[in-house]
């Protein structure tokens, strides 16, 4: 038997489940879950109950870690320990969920733009991205040009409001060091025109 965390009272599931309501009659077999952590993999084991999940951490990111390895259960949750700005992610998945990660680049010394570039080099057939709409790390009008350069459709866009806004006293940004309140979410869900 499984053990994930009980997301159902959480925004992100409520968002997760708006957004991929388009994917009805998909097979979903193998996801990413690219930055994750309890709470993420634990939606995607929830919403595709057949699907392995390759949970993506970064290297030594025990805050992440523990809670993977200790908060669930799952022979369908492997947890994967790399820097995805510097290393190419080979496998094929059906679907890739980047839940609250674009905006932590900077944490680990990359740029939002790497390691948007790099996520979005995954070969996943869907995409959900999943942010802070005020974070002021995360270019939404960056996202939304390239995705439509670069071949993906968003079938999917939607702002969520944050029934339980956080304050985030210093976030570092280039040189600055800037606060913000965390009152919304933007959700996309992206198709991969790339990939048959």
């Not at 929830?46 to 523990?66: E, L, M």
């Not at 510097?86 to 740029?111: I, M, P």
């Not at 802070?132 to 999917?156: A, M, N, S």
């Not at 996309?188 to 025109?193: D, E, G, P, Q, V």
Request: with cysteine; proline share 4%.
């Amino acid at each position: 038997m499984e053990n994930i965390v009980d997301t159902n009272h959480l925004i992100h599931d409520k968002a997760f489940k708006c957004l991929i309501k388009k994917l009805k009659g998909e097979e979903i077999k193998k996801c990413i879950d690219a930055g994750s952590g309890k709470t993420s993999a634990s939606i995607l084991l929830k919403y595709f109950p057949t699907a392995s999940v390759d949970a993506v951490i970064y290297p030594g990111d025990n805050r992440k870690k523990n809670p993977l390895e200790n908060a669930i259960g799952s022979d369908r949750l492997e947890v994967i320990e790399v820097d995805l700005t510097k290393s190419c992610v080979r496998k094929n998945y059906d679907f890739c969920l980047v839940l609250l990660t674009l905006g932590e680049a900077q944490n680990f010394g990359n740029s939002f733009e790497n390691l948007f570039h790099r996520i979005m080099d995954i070969k996943a057939r869907w995409f959900v991205i999943y942010d802070i709409w005020e974070d002021p790390c995360v270019h939404y009008r960056y996202i939304e040009q390239y995705l439509k350069e670069k071949g993906f459709k968003i079938i999917t866009k939607k702002k969520f409001r944050n029934p339980h806004p956080e304050h985030y006293p210093k976030v570092k940004f280039d040189k600055y060091k800037l606060e913000f309140d965390s009152k919304h979410y933007m959700g996309y869900l992206i198709k991969n025109l790339n990939i048959n």
